[in-house]
């Protein structure tokens, strides 16, 4: 079915299996105080290999110190790090997938009080702080330490390695025209601004032999002022050819660009594609493509219509790492689905704390997981509340063994969720929810639906423990004159659910996450709209890289913002408040949607005295939070009860 996906690739002098890679991504765990892999990253990858994988990247791979992108990312400049990659590596050549290296080195972009760059121009976005440029035996110096760091990763026993030429890291910031001002021979013309990446590929091919296979991550546009352009990639990429380099692997984007580097899930599928299809058309060696492709049909006919030759994922690696084996058995249901949102994979990084997944709690804990036997005991276990939370809990349940009913007052599943992916460009998020669906028709489990807790059912099923992932419901506040107004009053869920018809002026009170999609819905079918937000911030609960494209599209809705409200008074057609201290009055609004605090539904814990069954409490019902604290719990208490 996958014929493209699943064929052989010749890549230098390696044969890789299949046409999937597992892009280097920075992944922040898995190292000691001297940035030494440790069993937590070996764990990482290893399952990754398990799950067929045809090529993966070490991410971050640091060339030198003054380079670290990030605190806990590998380092490859010191020859101590090599008997742990070794480790790493045998462990993970037993699965036949070849593995690399991306060595990096990030210039202006990384987390260091001293940063060095081409010329003295600090990131655009991110990472702050002032920038020093380098002098010129510091260049040459650093053109060394990539090729003594390729001579570690094959001393070590990697099959390849990847230079970081993209993102914005200090390769891209020597090619790029807005980063490099330089009058030397490193700066200028076209060939003084690549001169430093074919320097470093020189010093690779010196060190580490002609024979070891090196490919280069490039940009296809920085996507910002002055940057590098398509026009460049495609004439650079034959160069790189003569060079001698094994592979490109086309990306997009910078710190501060107009489409970010780890897009969310408001672009489109695919949507670098294009790039690697230009430059797939001047070269013969193989072009990976990559860019929120995560179906795998999707990724075969990219392949089959000759766009590129590889396919590199990083986030679906993250949410399901046996994805491979998955999509050649045809298993595409069973794949666990990146839903875009960017929380765990980038912005907890950049946030400078381990790397996660929203959706699978398992990521950088695959060190911890022992081989499941089955159950000691069968139990038998009542979800109730067939939102994320309870799905997921009960998908676990039945996963370990036990007996699983599913009871769900409503018709369908899914839970506020399921309303939130009903706002523009959040479609996605019903992915997770349709994964587990489907996981728990295959696993058997019970649901019944429009059925409410009830004794009845307690003594029909007689459960050994109760999980009450029973959700949350909008808090009304408490405002001068809110329930007086001749306003409309809704609440975004009924808004969302179609219960309520707003009018064509409307006020959003809640500037979080809820508040703004449900701006977002309302701007999206010609709608004015204000948001009044009473906190400092938009939407903190978001990552920065969902949060921004959504803000873009409020912008284009021209959707009127503002924070640090204090509302005085909801008049008969609008608000009286202050806005960062000033005062402003709004007239002539015909609604007004309620979307701030959620309130936990626990009506059902009032049966726990009535059953021997034992009550848990789960997801927004035990406290509204986010979609990863939620599923994360959920299969927690599925494998500890």
């Known amino acids: 079915m996958l014929s493209h996906l699943f064929n052989p690739i010749q890549i230098g002098n390696m044969t890789v299996k299949n046409r999937l890679m597992m892009s280097a991504m920075s992944i922040n765990f898995g190292v000691d105080d001297n940035c030494h892999v440790t069993d937590q990253l070996i764990e990482y990858f290893v399952e990754r290999a398990r799950g067929e994988a045809g090529m993966m990247l070490v991410g971050g791979g640091s060339v030198h110190p003054g380079g670290q992108e990030l605190p806990d990312l590998p380092q490859m400049y010191d020859d101590s790090c090599i008997p742990s990659l070794k480790i790493m590596v ?5 699965y036949d997938t ?82 490099n001002i330089r009058t030397d021979e490193y700066g200028g013309s076209f060939e003084n601004r690549t001169r430093f990446l074919f320097e470093i590929i020189d010093a690779i091919r010196e060190k580490a ?39 490109l692997h086309v990306s997009g984007g ?17 949507c670098f594609v294009h790039l690697a299809e230009a430059v797939e058309k001047v070269v013969n060696i193989p072009v990976i493509t990559v860019g929120r492709i995560k179906d795998p049909e999707h990724a075969n006919q990219i392949l089959k219509e000759g766009k590129a030759d590889m396919v590199s994922m990083g986030r679906s690696f993250l949410a399901d790492p046996h994805y491979p084996r998955k999509a050649r058995e045809g298993n595409f249901s069973q794949i666990r689905p990146c839903v875009g949102c960017c929380l765990g994979c980038i912005h907890a990084v950049l946030a400078k704390e381990p790397g996660s997944c929203v959706v699978n709690p398992d990521v950088g804990r695959e060190y911890k997981i022992k081989e499941k036997t089955g159950p000691q005991t069968k139990l038998k276990v009542m979800v109730v509340g067939a939102g994320p939370a309870g799905m997921a809990t009960a998908r676990m349940f039945a996963l370990n063994g036990h007996d699983v009913c599913l009871c769900e007052r409503s018709s369908a599943f899914g839970g506020l969720l399921a309303l939130a992916a009903i706002a523009p460009g959040r479609g996605e998020m019903g992915d ?13 489990v019970e649901i019944r639906y429009n059925t409410t ?6 003594n029909e099923i007689k459960p050994d423990h109760v999980i009450l992932a029973t959700g ?26 179609g219960k309520e018809k707003p009018g064509d002026r409307v006020i959003v009170l809640g500037g979080g996450m809820t508040g703004l999609i449900t701006a977002d819905f309302l701007a999206d079918q010609g709608k004015q709209v204000v948001v009044l937000n009473r906190k400092k911030s938009f939407a903190e609960e978001m990552s920065s890289n969902d949060r921004y494209y959504l803000r873009e599209r409020l912008k284009k809705g021209k959707v009127r913002l503002y924070k640090n409200v204090a509302v005085q008074a909801v008049t008969d057609d609008g608000a009286v408040f202050k806005s960062n201290g000033e005062p402003i009055t709004l007239t002539g609004f ?28 789960i997801g927004d019902a035990k406290s509204p939070r986010h979609l990863m604290y939620c599923i994360s719990e959920a299969e927690e208490i599925a494998s500890s009860v």
């Not at 489409?259 to 969310?264: D, G, H, K, R, V």
């Not at 809110?482 to 409309?488: A, I, P, S, Y």
């Not at 539904?601 to 034992?614: S, Y």
């Open 209 to 247: 032999g002609k024979d070891f296979p090196v490919g280069i991550r490039i940009n296809g546009n920085d996507y910002i002022e002055n940057g590098w352009e398509l026009k460049d990639t495609v004439r650079l990429a034959p160069l790189l050819e003569t060079a001698g380099v094994a592979y």
């Open 90 to 94: 045998d462990r993970v050549k037993k």
């Open 432 to 444: 997770i929810l349709n994964f587990f669906n489907k996981e728990l028709d295959r696993l058997g």
């Open 254 to 270: 910078v710190y501060g660009s107009t489409e970010l580097t780890i897009p969310s899930m408001y672009t489109p599928q695919g």
């Open 98 to 179: 070849k593995f690399g290296v991306q060595l990096m080195h990030g210039g202006r972009q990384s987390y260091l009080p001293q940063k060095v760059a081409p010329s003295a121009i600090p990131a655009p976005a991110v990472v702050k702080g002032e920038v020093r440029a380098l002098e010129i035996q510091e260049i040459k110096e650093l053109i060394g330490c990539f090729g003594d760091s390729a001579r570690r990763c094959r001393e070590s026993g990697f099959d390849f390695i990847e230079i970081h030429g993209a993102h914005g890291y200090l390769i891209n910031q020597f090619m790029a025209p807005n980063s």
């Open 472 to 497: 949350s419901l909008p808090d009304m506040p408490v405002i001068k004159g809110l329930f007086q107004t001749d306003m409309g009053l809704i609440t975004n869920v009924d808004l969302l659910r």
């Open 590 to 617: 015909d609604t007004m949607v309620i979307s701030e605090k959620q309130l936990p539904i626990r009506d059902a814990k009032k049966l726990a005295k009535k059953t021997d069954a034992k009550f848990y409490f």
């Open 453 to 458: 807790l009830s004794m009845d059912i307690l």
